[in-house]
């Protein structure tokens, strides 16, 4: 072993492949876009907020999902898109740790926490990002609801309903206040529901709360998340939205309308009217 050191004393070794383009573990080190605030930036703000988490150590950034496709699309906003992916082995579940103190210290900078699942408050960032955000924190931990209502099926059995439905989950009080507060400022309407049922209904001891939007309010809000094509977002939720909206889209207006106050206004000015907030 000695003889074989000295025969390499004295000789200067160059790597051949950049470590940029290195095929290991280590592929996803670098970042390939700048980390400025930007749309894709506030959705991934808004994943962070709910499936996300900052470590302890001031360093690492973790996201972990059911859906891989959401794993990869918060990746690819924060500018790391080739960095490792892992699945649990005994269930499908998809997670990324980043090791990178200039992300930690901006979604520090906005409001997150480590542990912060009762703890979260407002978020800040540039608020014409706002609607990115919301649909980040539909994607994570929020749920589009699309069904068919029967109000008194058994005494008149034709008689439905189709509901619409956004709902936010959160265990933050402070959270759910600010995201409500936000939304009541661009017009739009909310109900709070708390889930205080003790064990064993509920896993967990704390309180749950739910941000619930009725189908007009939801109609707005998903018009102005979507409004966007090519903004990142999760496609099955997504989905919902666009099968209902291509079933009442202008020529059954009215079905998307009160027949006080917005009556006579087409699905596209409603539409309108929600960006513009």
């Known amino acids: 072993m000695a003889r074989a050191a ?9 790597r051949r492949t950049p470590l940029r383009e290195h095929k290991g ?13 930007d749309a894709q930036l506030a959705y991934a703000l808004g994943l962070a907020a709910t499936d996300g988490c900052l470590a302890g150590d001031g360093r690492h950034v973790a996201i972990g999902s059911e ?6 699309a918060f990746l690819r906003c924060v500018g790391r ?3 490792h992916i892992s699945k649990d082995r005994n269930k499908v579940y998809f997670r990324a740790q980043l090791g990178d103190l200039q ?5 520090a900078s906005a409001g997150l926490t480590p542990r912060k699942s009762l703890t979260l408050g407002p978020l800040c960032f540039p608020s014409e990002y706002f609607w990115h955000v919301v649909r980040g ?3 994570g931990d929020g749920s589009v609801k699309h069904y068919v209502h029967h109000p008194v099926r058994a005494r008149y059995p034709r008689l439905t309903y189709e509901r619409l439905q956004v709902v936010f989950h959160s265990a933050s009080l402070a959270h759910v206040e600010w ?7 661009r017009g739009i309407r909310s109900a709070l529901i708390v889930d205080d049922r003790p064990p064993p209904k509920r896993v967990s001891e704390n309180p749950m709360y739910r941000v619930t939007l009725g189908k007009y309010a939801a109609i707005t809000l998903l018009s102005a998340i979507y409004a966007d094509p090519d903004a990142p977002r999760l496609a099955r939720k997504w989905r919902k939205w666009n099968e209902f909206y291509l079933r009442y889209s202008d020529p059954q207006a009215a079905k998307l309308v009160r027949r006080t106050g917005a009556a006579g206004r087409s699905y596209d000015a409603i539409a309108a009217s929600s960006h513009k907030a």
Request: without cysteine; positive net charge.
């Open 137 to 139: 924190l539909i994607d």
């Open 103 to 107: 992300l930690y210290t901006l979604f």
């Open 67 to 72: 859906d891989r496709e959401q794993v990869e």
């Open 81 to 83: 898109p080739n960095a």
């Open 25 to 37: 573990r280590n592929r996803g080190f670098y970042r390939t876009t700048p980390l400025v605030w």
């Open 179 to 185: 995201l409500r507060s936000q939304l009541l400022d």
């Open 6 to 14: 000295a025969s390499h004393r004295g000789l200067r070794y160059v």
